[in-house]
């Protein structure tokens, strides 16, 4: 154990960095998602929008770009005066005592690891989104009829295959999707059902960013793969994100292939249909 409240310091200050690593890392690749692909997006799938509809969603891109960029300049900035401070105090710590360098090296390095951890960790099992549901799913019962069967019964299920880091996915979540519920938000007989793939970490991360109620399902790259092809019922078909199914009070999938939000009135329409109205 070295007792050395230099030492300690320094290594604390430290380890403190590759956290803030960790968030540059995690806003550039959202700045990547959504805004550098969010607007590609909007050129290349959203041209026929209004204009007044299209200025709203640029005024949402830059918004985010700036927030972004802002967290990436703070937390740079916060990472060098760490680094500063840190070497300080290691460097005060090998005045004072002369130790041999493994050691401390060793036990900055391990603490690192423990920070890492417990950042994965917290973010993965305490970040939560109001209005937000995590359905569980055993091994034994992960098929789609067995997840619509068992947490579903008797409700008319809009369903969403998304990713991550899948810009056209945030854009719906930021522009289409709460109108939707706004629409339906005194139907008691309609659920939503998120079924993720991408990063575990990032998952909750983007729940909360993007506001996503409704219930919430994360899968690995297998169990999704699974769970799509059963739902688009085509087992050769290519995975694409977003996709969308609806499902109906009895379990049965109506439409395999459902419009998005952003298609509001053919998406009503489906529902509509599917709801008995």
């Not at 590759?18 to 959203?46: C, H, T």
Request: hydrophobic share 45%.
């Amino acid at each position: 154990m070295i007792r050395s409240k230099y030492f300690w310091l320094g290594a604390i200050i430290i380890a403190i960095i590759p956290l803030m690593i960790m968030d540059i890392s995690e806003y550039f690749v959202a700045w990547e998602k959504e805004v550098r692909g969010r607007m590609i997006d909007l050129a290349q799938n959203y041209s026929g929008l209004p204009k007044m509809q299209k200025a709203g969603i640029l005024d949402n891109i830059f918004e985010v770009n700036q927030k972004l960029t802002r967290l990436i300049a703070i937390k740079a900035f916060i990472s060098l005066v760490l680094f500063s401070g840190g070497i300080y105090f290691l460097r005060k710590f090998r005045k004072t005592t002369g130790v041999s360098f493994l050691k401390p090296a060793l036990t900055t390095l391990g603490l690192i690891v423990v920070f890492i951890v417990g950042k994965v960790v917290f973010t993965i099992a305490f970040t939560t989104q109001q209005g937000a549901t995590f359905v569980n799913v055993d091994a034994d019962s992960k098929s789609f009829k067995d997840i619509i069967s068992r947490n579903f019964k008797g409700k008319v299920v809009y369903v969403d295959f998304w990713g991550t880091t899948c810009g056209p996915c945030l854009e719906e979540f930021d522009n289409f999707t709460q109108p939707l519920k706004q629409h339906y938000k005194n139907r008691s007989d309609i659920a939503y059902l998120y079924i993720a793939n991408g990063s575990n970490y990032l998952w909750k991360k983007q729940i909360v960013n993007h506001k996503i109620t409704g219930n919430h399902l994360f899968l690995d790259l297998d169990a999704y793969s699974k769970l799509y092809h059963q739902a688009a019922q085509n087992d050769t078909a290519m995975i694409l994100m977003p996709h969308y199914v609806i499902v109906d009070r009895a379990g049965k999938i109506t439409s395999p292939d459902a419009a998005r939000p952003s298609d509001y009135t053919v998406l009503v329409g489906q529902l509509d249909k599917v709801l008995g109205e």
